[in-house]
């Protein structure tokens, strides 16, 4: 009797699951996931800050308006400038730089785009009221010319050696005015799509700019997903939801997305550099070689690559990858020598076993995988007696930390490095915040000297041997200790063809990649 | 009656004035500026002024207040830093969606808790109870950000039922409601249970059953209506617990409602942003608990209003 009451429950528990189940099939088949022909969605995790090129400042804005506008010149894979709008650029003295720009060029609304573009576009960043957050990086032009439609001449206000780099702000038609609301979308670029639609949180939508020219079987439509969850883009590309995601998918998933047959996974060396950067002005004691040189010692990056990063970076030995025109491999470097490293702090007055050294504070940024890294880095400091207090905030609070020189060691990432100047922004004594960024106050005047005066070397090979010994310093001196070069990962649908990573993480290709089916196909359920 | 909801209504103003306070006073206090969050680094001191003075953030903290306040008064928010809109209408579009979501996460809620929390509590001990506290006892443990992907994964991926991210028509809202409901579907289930449990050995239930009734039945009629208000509580009080769900349920499931604007807005100390959203929260919790007391007087007949 209780038997027969006992199946006569489970019986009307299952007829309830079989309800469920028809109800939720139910819903499911009135919402098909219809995706267009000739559409791919690529994700990313933040939304952009801003459509227009002249106010945008975040990785995810710069992805998307890579697709949209050109500038003057464009980082090749050695860091170095070459024409992109111009067809050719030349320099006229010390103080000056004229670029040529191509004929022909038309702005996804068909208007031909001219030197009065181009002045318009630097002026209007250079326009105090506007508030423009580039125009920092453009303090070295004082003025910028259009001697005739398809000529530009910069003129910089002191001899400036690295001045091709001002060429590659991107170019928006003149007239254009500022975003009334930051929602708006791009103004027309003279990239190869245009935008259609931009909702914050939420996507950004792309066309193909109809005087870009495009390959047979290319994407007419990218639509750009803001997933902030990592989890999250992982199971779409998997459903294939999602078509493409670069760099913002976890290693530890990697291994899992490679068995899936409709994926195939790129990896390509990169030039995003991690680094923990010393205040030699917070704690005296980091001042002391010989505590920077152990905890340099005491790192074991190969086993963090390794096994955290499941080998998707490279060692680094400074700044520059390999691939930058002026990398030196001859440069010291800090192989895990834990030995080493307690022998340095013991010659510095913090042995073992006198409690080593207490009370360092490594600040980072909130990320599942720097909570990770800052956790690794407590285990091996530990390990030759340095007591690191490790201090993980949101982004905001970790910003104002790093600007105000809150900090004894922070983690930190540079993405996008190209001329070799970049060093005068983070190593000489003059560029403290909130002038330039060097955060950790390091000071060495044969740094100075060699960074002013690589700025006004225009031989290449001199400048080449210039940062050559300055990338010697870095590495004796050890204001960062390198950690490593990361990988650009892209995980992406096998049906998207001739997909080729940027060195910096530019999602370029998405101009000259072709379709095969069935993405951009109809998917239904 | 109605006096009583004058009160209670007119008690909003200094609850919002003191919810507007404490997060006007806490957003100003944590690290982090919007200007050098915007500006960045290399930015020109001067630039990094005059947005300053542009925003209004050289004032003093106290004139700033002020302005906040009388700008509360006149019904105005202000205007958002990082979308240079007005707030109100910021959170007017973003706000259905929050409410989309913590309706149909209060209804899975109630359509899972109010038949377990029956099964368990109509006989103690027994298999149901067991297994209906059992989903109660996983249903509480399991966090959003691990149920979430879980629900992905079975319907999404491997049932194809369901799509996995984004907001849409009622197959969007399962997903993300079923992972918002889940732990309070089990909250609820284990008070009713509760409830039912005293209410069962109550006088008028031994009377309703020895006038002939069957135990399920006077318990179906008589005490589930004296359990619910117990539920009908707690509802009230778990509303913060589900709005608070909502700001994870909707960063999981890219929904795009304010939870996920709160939490963009604090990255970039979006000041007005923060503040109005928090206060949204505020007042959302502060009504769900006043429309809480009219339904107790629709349950229960004994509640008097005065």
């Given at each position: 009797m209780k038997l027969q009451k006992v199946t006569t429950n489970l019986l009307r528990a299952a007829g309830a699951l079989r309800i469920a189940a028809v109800?939720?099939?139910?819903?499911?088949?009135?919402?098909?996931?219809?995706?267009?022909?000739?559409?791919?969605?690529?994700?990313?995790?933040?939304?952009?800050?801003?459509?227009?090129?002249?106010?945008?400042t975040s990785a995810a804005s710069s992805r998307v308006n890579e697709l949209i506008f050109s500038s003057l010149v464009r980082?090749?894979?050695?860091?170095?400038?070459?024409?992109?709008?111009?067809?050719?650029?030349?320099?006229?003295?010390?103080?000056?730089?004229?670029?040529?720009?191509?004929?022909?060029?038309?702005?996804?609304?068909?208007?031909?785009?001219?030197?009065?573009?181009?002045?318009?576009?630097?002026?209007?960043?250079?326009?105090?009221?506007?508030?423009?957050?580039?125009?920092?990086?453009?303090?070295?032009?004082?003025?910028?010319?259009?001697?005739?439609?398809?000529?530009?001449?910069?003129?910089?206000?002191?001899?400036?050696?690295?001045?091709?780099?001002?060429?590659?702000?991107?170019?928006?038609?003149?007239?254009?005015?500022?975003?009334?609301?930051?929602?708006?979308?791009?103004?027309?670029?003279?990239?190869?799509?245009?935008?259609?639609?931009?909702?914050?949180?939420?996507?950004?939508?792309?066309?193909?700019?109809?005087?870009?020219p495009a390959a047979p079987n290319s994407p007419q439509k990218i639509v750009f997903k803001i997933v902030p969850d990592p989890t999250v883009r992982a199971l779409e590309l998997i459903e294939g939801v999602c078509d493409l995601s670069e760099n913002n998918i976890q290693p530890e998933v990697l291994p899992s997305l490679a068995t899936k047959p409709q994926l195939?996974?790129?990896?390509?060396?990169?030039?995003?550099?991690?680094?923990?950067?010393?205040?030699?002005?917070?704690?005296?004691?980091?001042?002391?070689?010989?505590?920077?040189?152990?905890?340099?010692?005491?790192?074991?990056?190969?086993?963090?690559?390794?096994?955290?990063?499941?080998?998707?970076?490279?060692?680094?030995?400074?700044?520059?990858?390999?691939?930058?025109?002026?990398?030196?491999?001859?440069?010291?470097?800090?192989?895990?020598?834990?030995?080493?490293?307690?022998?340095?702090?013991?010659?510095?007055?913090?042995?073992v076993l006198k409690n080593g050294m207490r009370n360092l504070r490594l600040v980072f940024k909130t990320t599942p995988e720097q909570l990770r890294l800052a956790t690794a880095l407590q285990a091996m400091l530990k390990d030759v007696g340095i007591e690191l207090d490790i201090r993980s905030n949101e982004f905001a609070t970790f910003y104002d930390d790093t600007l105000r020189g809150n900090f004894d060691l922070v983690s930190m990432y540079w993405v996008g490095v190209n001329d070799p100047n970049h060093y005068y922004m983070i190593f000489d004594s003059k560029m403290t915040p909130p002038r330039g960024y060097n955060r950790g106050y390091y000071s060495n005047p044969e740094m100075d000297r060699l960074l002013e005066s690589a700025q006004i070397t225009f031989d290449f090979d001199d400048r080449r041997k210039l940062y050559a010994r300055v990338q010697q310093i870095a590495a004796d001196d050890l204001p960062y200790v390198s950690l490593w070069w990361q990988d650009n990962v892209v995980v992406l649908n096998r049906s998207l063809q001739g997909f080729v990573p940027y060195p910096n993480g530019s999602l370029k290709s998405l101009a000259t990649v072709t379709l095969t089916s069935p993405a951009g196909a109809e998917q239904a359920n | 009656m109605i006096g009583y909801f004058a009160r209670r209504l007119a008690a909003i103003v200094p609850v919002a004035i003191g919810v507007a306070t404490l997060t006007f006073l806490i957003i100003h206090i944590?690290?982090?500026?919007?200007?050098?969050?915007?500006?960045?680094?290399s930015a020109a001191p001067?630039?990094?002024?005059?947005?300053?003075?542009?925003?209004?953030?050289?004032?003093?903290?106290?004139?700033?207040?002020?302005?906040?306040?009388?700008?509360?008064?006149?019904?105005?928010?202000?205007?958002?830093?990082?979308?240079?809109?007005?707030?109100?209408?910021?959170?007017?579009?973003?706000?259905?969606?929050?409410?989309?979501?913590?309706?149909?996460?209060?209804?899975?809620?109630?359509?899972?808790?109010?038949?377990?929390?029956?099964?368990?509590?109509?006989?103690?001990?027994?298999?149901?109870?067991?297994?209906?506290?059992?989903?109660?006892?996983?249903?509480?443990s399991i966090p959003h950000i691990y149920l979430g992907p879980l629900l992905m994964i079975l319907f999404s991926l491997d049932l194809r039922w369901l799509p996995l991210t984004g907001r849409g028509g009622l197959a969007h809202l399962l997903l993300p409601a079923i992972t918002l409901g889940t732990a309070l579907a089990a909250i609820l289930a284990r008070m009713l249970r509760q409830s039912l449990v005293a209410v069962r050995e109550s006088d008028y239930i031994r009377t309703a059953v020895s006038k002939g009734l069957t135990a399920r039945a006077a318990l179906i009629r008589h005490g589930l209506r004296n359990s619910l208000t117990s539920v009908v509580t707690l509802v009230g009080l778990q509303i913060g617990g589900l709005l608070s769900g909502a700001l994870i349920t909707e960063v999981i499931f890219s929904w795009p409602g304010i939870g996920r604007l709160l939490i963009s807005a604090i990255g970039l100390r979006d000041y007005p942003l923060v503040e109005g959203c928090v206060l949204a929260f505020a007042m959302t919790y502060v009504v769900v608990n006043l429309l809480t007391d009219v339904v107790y007087g629709l349950i229960d007949p004994r509640v008097r209003y005065a």
């Open positions: 109800c939720v099939a139910f819903i499911a088949c009135g919402t098909p996931r219809a995706i267009p022909p000739g559409t791919i969605q690529v994700d990313l995790e933040d939304t952009p800050t801003s459509t227009d090129p002249r106010f945008s980082p090749a894979g050695s860091g170095a400038f070459v024409g992109q709008l111009a067809e050719s650029f030349e320099r006229r003295g010390d103080t000056q730089i004229v670029f040529h720009l191509r004929h022909g060029v038309r702005f996804s609304d068909g208007k031909e785009l001219t030197a009065g573009d181009v002045k318009y576009t630097f002026d209007s960043i250079l326009d105090p009221k506007l508030n423009s957050p580039k125009r920092g990086a453009l303090q070295h032009l004082k003025s910028i010319d259009a001697p005739d439609l398809y000529t530009i001449v910069m003129t910089t206000d002191r001899p400036y050696a690295p001045a091709a780099e001002l060429g590659s702000q991107a170019i928006v038609p003149a007239a254009t005015p500022p975003p009334a609301i930051s929602e708006q979308i791009a103004p027309p670029g003279a990239g190869p799509f245009r935008m259609v639609s931009f909702s914050r949180d939420e996507s950004v939508v792309l066309e193909r700019n109809p005087y870009f195939s996974i790129i990896k390509s060396a990169g030039t995003g550099y991690r680094y923990i950067a010393f205040n030699f002005r917070h704690d005296p004691r980091l001042r002391d070689l010989r505590v920077r040189r152990a905890i340099a010692y005491s790192i074991d990056r190969r086993a963090i690559v390794n096994s955290m990063m499941r080998g998707t970076a490279r060692i680094a030995s400074g700044l520059l990858a390999p691939e930058n025109w002026a990398y030196s491999a001859d440069v010291s470097t800090y192989p895990y020598d834990p030995a080493k490293a307690r022998e340095l702090l013991e010659q510095a007055g913090y042995p | 944590v690290p982090g500026d919007p200007v050098t969050a915007m500006l960045g680094e001067a630039d990094i002024v005059g947005m300053r003075h542009r925003l209004g953030l050289d004032r003093p903290i106290l004139v700033q207040y002020g302005a906040f306040l009388k700008g509360l008064a006149e019904g105005d928010l202000g205007q958002s830093i990082v979308y240079r809109r007005p707030v109100s209408r910021i959170i007017a579009e973003r706000y259905p969606a929050t409410l989309e979501l913590a309706a149909a996460g209060m209804l899975v809620a109630l359509v899972v808790a109010l038949p377990l929390g029956f099964i368990a509590g109509s006989r103690p001990g027994g298999a149901g109870d067991i297994a209906s506290m059992g989903f109660a006892i996983a249903g509480i």
